[in-house]
């Protein structure tokens, strides 16, 4: 008896499947051939649907999977994403486990066109355009742009950008030039400006398509910008790096890096820049700090900065004196017993140069400086720590962000803790049955931890069985909410957490353990 429970014991698993169909999203709801399906799991495969949308993933393991479909012409799709949702939903396997009746719909995909033209109206064939849309991520403190889709203008300068989701876009041409050829336009964004700033954003719907976006090319007109840099004393500063980045570039945060030229001063302290396209720059210098001296204030940074408008005309005698940078400096603190690793804070600023730093075996850290501007500030010391918090002057700008100015920045203690719990549960609808439809959001109790939300809230969604779980929290007083509409680019701010608390549930995440609590919604 023992032997053939055991060998009962050892037989393999039956395996599981995953089928299912692509089908139009346009109300029709006709199968679409030739889509490319992907699986991501625990395996990870690909396949073409047939003339009638069906696909199968055939001899899989128990574990939890996301599907993916795309196809030209269609805007790619999550299984479980819907208008107001771009977060896909995790299909759960058993062993075994035959699913057949699997559907993704697929949305034809936004069109955005128009045409390009010189400042005298001639069309202009053979540019690229794109259309960049912002996303945004968990560590991220800015959206950025991802490129969507592109085209290229036509003999009529007509172009047409195909297959988009629906969105934000923002539209840029961009003319190539090469050593030999140089285009006599410059990158502009519609309707016709330098600066993605001014740029207005484009909004589309799944299917529809947007005329009108026409956009008049700036011409290209070329300069070079030269000048020194000298120190505190008037002596020349070579060896520096000089950056020529282009101001208005930002949009709600949106720094784009590219965007900006690099020079290096020579013997004299002078640096050159050549082929500077017209428009409005910020000139920045600054000394280069090794990895040895980088997390020390005994060779502080310093920087130079100006602004300045570029034409067609050379722009020459530009001098810019070094400055220090701010210093900076605090204390970590660990609390907790478990072994402490290699920690370092990284200070990373919305454009330019940052910043690093590297504790001493007391705790204390202090940057070779900072300039002026907004960081944010990164602090690893690995598993099984966590960050809880970056106080200075009894404000976390763990969240929230360092604002660097000319004053010494002091006493800015970075606590971890290797203290950490996590919270799972199953939410439902009124009739018992599993609600996948909703993410949840699982927040601080404590409004004053509010301010970091960005860094501490996850935002997870449930699998098919409407389970979820979240992990790696400090222990403390939670709130637990339920929501209908979630993208992927949302901030979470403190006003979300305010709608949401009057509807959420309390919940204690305890050290070491993960707290489960069932959410009942619809009812």
Known sequence: MIAWLLALTLLPQPAARISGVVISDDGSRKPVRHALVSLSGPSNSEMITGDDGTFAFPDLVAGHYMVFAGKPGFAHTIYGTRPGRDIGTPIAVAAGQQITTLQLKLARGAVITGTLAGPSGEPVPNVTVSAWQFESGE?????????????????????????????????????????????????????????????????????????????????????????????????????????????????????????????????????????????????????????MTATSSATPRHWASMDLSVDARDVAGISLTLRPATPVSGRVVFDGTASIGATSLAFIPAAGPGGRAQPTEDGMWSTAGLIPGQYSLIATSGRPWLTVSAMLGGRDVLGTGLTVTSEPITGLTVTFSDQSGGAQGRITDAAGAPAPDYIVVVFSADRAKWQAAQTLTPVVAPDTNGDWAVSGLPPGDYRVAAITEWQRNRSVTTELLEQLMAASAPITITAGASTTINLRVGG
Do not use: C, K, W
């Open 139 to 291: 560590t991220r403190r800015r959206p950025l742009l991802a490129e969507a889709g592109s085209a290229m203008s036509d003999e009529e300068g007509v172009f047409r950008i195909f297959g988009l989701a629906e969105g934000e876009f923002v539209i840029q041409a961009q003319p190539s030039s090469t050593t030999t050829d140089v285009s006599p336009y410059a990158p502009t964004y519609y309707p016709s400006t330098a600066r993605i700033s001014e740029s207005p954003r484009i909004s589309v719907h799944a299917g529809e398509e947007r005329s009108g976006a026409d956009i008049v090319l700036r011409t290209s007109q070329r300069a070079n910008v030269s000048g020194v840099v000298v120190d505190a004393d008037g002596r020349p500063a070579s060896g520096l790096e000089v950056t020529l980045r282009p101001t208005g570039i930002g949009m709600d945060g949106l720094a784009q890096e590219d965007d900006a030229l690099g020079a290096r001063t020579v013997g004299d302290g002078g640096f050159t820049f050549t082929g500077v396209l017209s428009g409005t720059y910020t000139l920045l210098a600054t000394e280069q700090i090794s990895a």
